[in-house]
Structure formats: structure tokens, C-alpha cells
């Protein structure tokens, strides 16, 4: 997608073929910061910091993170120390632990001296691979956005997300919002609700942003009103990513997901989840075995904005000495789930549709 006019990517190889520049979101929508990254330490504090972040980009950058690895250190205990250590640094989203199983099975059986160039290969297929992927699922979803236009036509779909699944949250078109693209591209009339998403604001901070980016109608909401406007009739579907769905087709998805499925459960709106085949766990199969992620109580205290000189600042928005949780995902059961949407169709949220897309996963699903 682009930015200010410009085609851009949230990941891509420097110039000097070995250096890996992002753009360090958390400064977004503020100003645009691209930094580059030098060492896996770097990759690693990117996702921690959440500078990247978003399931498919958090394992395509911690694929660059392996190959900086390779670059400084090619040995078996280089490569055993960079793979533990980048698996550590977020533990939801299932795409970090899947490129580095990529990457472990890529090299671990090359000689050293191979290791670097194979890695830097590998993490430009997965990024490739992942553009392609979000384009696909943008297709298939856009079937579905044409279905409710065609009930009333000329009136926009208004469609409600939550986060930022976005092409901030991969390498470009994103999950969530490859399908609403690709109608907007096509002359379908769309608008869309963003869900500011507290604490960490991706929705107002990031989705906003890319929308406001590509000219598509959008209207920045309060977490807590998606079910006034779901209970109004403003919404007809809702569209989220996800982190992690099991083999029975539980999601992980960013805190509050749950709340908008049932909000649009109670209200008869239709509940997408859009992902890749990177995404899918197939090792568990209940939603309550997905590890998930506890953040820092100041993410909840305080907020981030600009000031009126343009510094960005954060201020704490409650007393001294606040007590506060901050879990960063939570799980909306298969049962809330009107239908997954990949990139190589839509299928029940369950067992027997993610196998009717995935024969191949016959053998591994839990
Ligand atoms: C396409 S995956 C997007 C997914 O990741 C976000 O989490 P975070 O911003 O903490 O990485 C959120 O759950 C999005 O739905």
C-alpha cells in the first residue's frame, strides 16, 4: 500500500543487501519513522517494543532476525541461541514460532558458511509470500462485501474492525483489511468502523491511518460503542485478524475481540475472521491452550498522543499508584465465528472447514 503518495512495505532489505529497515509504528500516525535493523537483538526488541507488530509481520520479521543471526555468527549455537531467543519475545501470535520453524528447518541442515544467504532467501520468500497471501484472502473476502452490496445498491457496507489487522500488521494489503481494498478499489461503496482498540490504540493510531491513506471512508469509534452501533443496524459485518486460530477453529485475537462476537451474535451481524495459513495452530485444538500475552500495566495508565508543538508524548490518564492488567488478547470460541476467510477460501469455523481448505493438515490437526 502506500504512504503519502508513496509505495511502501512495513519490512524490506536495505540497500546494502544485509541491513533490514521497518517502520517503527509506534510513532505512527504522528510521524512516519523508518529504522533499520542491525542484529537480532534489534529484530527482537522491534517486536518486543511492538515497533512491528501484527502476527504475519512479527514472523517475517523475526525470518530477518535469524538471517542477521547467520550474517554476525553462522554456528550451530548462533542459530539454536537466535531461534530461543526471538521465540521469546511475544507469545500469541503462532506466525513467530512458525517462521522460526521455517528458518530451523531451512538451515539447520546447511553448512555454516551457507547459512546467512539461505536465511536472508527464506525471509524475502516468507515476505513475498505474505503479500500474496493477504492479496488472496482480500479476494475471497471481497466476494462477501459484494454479496451485502448487492442487497442495497449504491449504500455503503458498513463494516466494523477491531486493532489493526491491516497491511501495518503484515508486509502489505493486510488480512482484515485486504477485502475492504480490494471492494473499495473496485467501486463498491464502503465505510468502516474502527475500533480505537485501548490500550495501544492500533485502531485510531494505525487502521485510521492506512485507511485515511488509501481514501476509504472510516469512522474512528470507542471500543465500547461497536455494540450500540451493531444493536442500531449501522454495522452489517464485522471483519477482525487473529493471532492464533486452533485446529478447531478458536480465535486469539486482540483484547476485546470476544466482546464484539458477542455483541454481533446478539444482533445477528455476520463475524469474520480473516487469516493466513500461517495463523492456524494446528497442534492445539481449544482456545483456553493459547498462551496469552500480559503487557505492561503503564500501556493501560498512560497514553500516547502529540502535543500541540508536535512532540509525542505519553501522560498518565489516572492517579499515581494505579493497580492495572493489561492482557493483550483474548479468545473468541468457533461458535461465535460466522466464517474464516483465507487465502484459499472461506470456510466454517471449525474442525471440518479449516481441513476442507487444509487436506494436506489431515495428519497433523490436534
Ligand atoms: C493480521 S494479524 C493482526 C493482529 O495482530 C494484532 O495484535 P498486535 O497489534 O498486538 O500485534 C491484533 O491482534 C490484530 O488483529
Redesign the pocket.
Known sequence: MKIDGVASRTIWLEPDGWSVGILDQTMLPHTVVRKTLRTPEDAALAIKT?QV????L?GVTAAYGVALAMRADPSDASLKHALAFLAEQRPT?VNLRWALNDLQATLASLPPKSRAAAAYARAAEIADDDVETCRRIGVNGLRLIQELSNERPGEPVNILT????GWL??VDW???TSPIYQAHDAGIPVHVWVDETRP?C?GSALTAFELAQHGVPYTLIADNAGGHFMQRDCVDMVI????RVTACGDVA??IGTYLKALAAHDNGVPFYVALPYS?IDWSIERGADIPIEERGADEVLRVQGRLPDGAVASVAISADGTPARNP??DVTPAKLVTAFITERGVCEASRDGLLSLYPEKKSCAA
Request: with cysteine.
Open positions: 511492538m507488530r501484527g502476527a504475519p512479527i501470535a477491531h486493532c489493526n489487522a500488521a503484515c493486510g488480512t482484515a495501544r492500533q477482525v485478524g487473529t493471532d485475537n486482540k495463523t493483550a488478547f
